[in-house]
């Protein structure tokens, strides 16, 4: 299965600050089709995960443009550039280009 | 608006059978792949398995075959998981999704317990 590391595994950030999530895959997640199947979710506390980022860098409808994702091969992104109060919750990297999907450990973020 | 609704929680004993049901809503249901992921309490998320458009395609991560089901049927929008030999370890919430998992289910919390 494919592995996927995130890292840091909790960020607290000042409200108006930027944060940076990274995520990393045991191989490389590029499709026989081209694309690269990674995706970016947020779970706000007692909530389904919500997905926020699709094929690595593509925003999800409602989706604040403060997010975005970058990244390419086996290295991927997730920052905001101003966290907001809203923003509390677990972020998860999920590859979907090879079965079984799998998920990073989870990265939680906090408002200092 | 594309909605999937789950069942309710339950409570099951270990070795019993659950079968969860999501209904769907808002898109043409016959299309898409669906899948299903679980979070144990206070972990992260695990991939299930997904079942193709048809019914007549299943993957299932390897730690579930033998022990999972997913069947679905396109007259009620409905997929079903079902999850035999319960064990305490299945104690999780678990979410139906939609192909690439664009939108989420509730939530059904299991609790196995004696």
């Known amino acids: 299965d494919v592995v996927m590391t995130q890292s840091p595994l909790s960020l607290s950030v000042t409200l108006g600050q930027p944060a940076s999530i990274s995520c990393r895959s045991s191989?490389?997640?590029?499709?026989?089709?081209?694309?690269?199947?990674l995706n970016w979710f947020q779970q706000r506390p007692g909530q389904s995960p919500r997905r926020l980022i699709y094929k690595v860098s593509n925003w999800d409808s409602g989706v604040p443009d403060r997010f975005s994702g970058s990244g390419s091969g086996t290295d991927f992104t997730l920052k905001i550039s101003r966290v907001e109060a809203e923003d509390v919750g677990v972020y998860y990297c999920?590859?979907?280009?090879?079965?079984?999907?799998?998920f990073g450990q989870g990265t939680k973020l906090e408002i200092k | 608006q594309v909605q999937l609704v789950q069942s309710g929680a339950e409570v099951k004993k270990p070795g019993a059978s659950v079968k969860i049901s999501c209904k769907a809503s808002g898109f043409t249901f016959a299309t898409y792949y669906m899948h299903w992921v679980r979070q144990a309490p206070g972990q992260g998320l695990e991939w299930m398995g997904v079942i193709n458009p048809t019914g007549d395609g299943k993957s299932y991560a390897q730690r579930f075959q033998g022990r999972v089901t997913m069947t679905r049927d396109t007259s009620t929008s409905t997929v079903y998981m079902e999850v035999s030999s319960l064990r305490s370890e299945d104690t999780a919430v678990y979410y139906c999704?939609?192909?690439?998992?664009?939108?989420w289910g509730q939530g059904t919390l299991v609790t196995v317990s004696s």
């Open positions: 191989q490389s997640l590029v499709y026989s089709d081209g694309n690269t199947y």
């Open positions: 999920m590859q979907g280009t090879h079965w079984p999907y799998t």
């Open positions: 999704a939609r192909d690439l998992l664009d939108f």
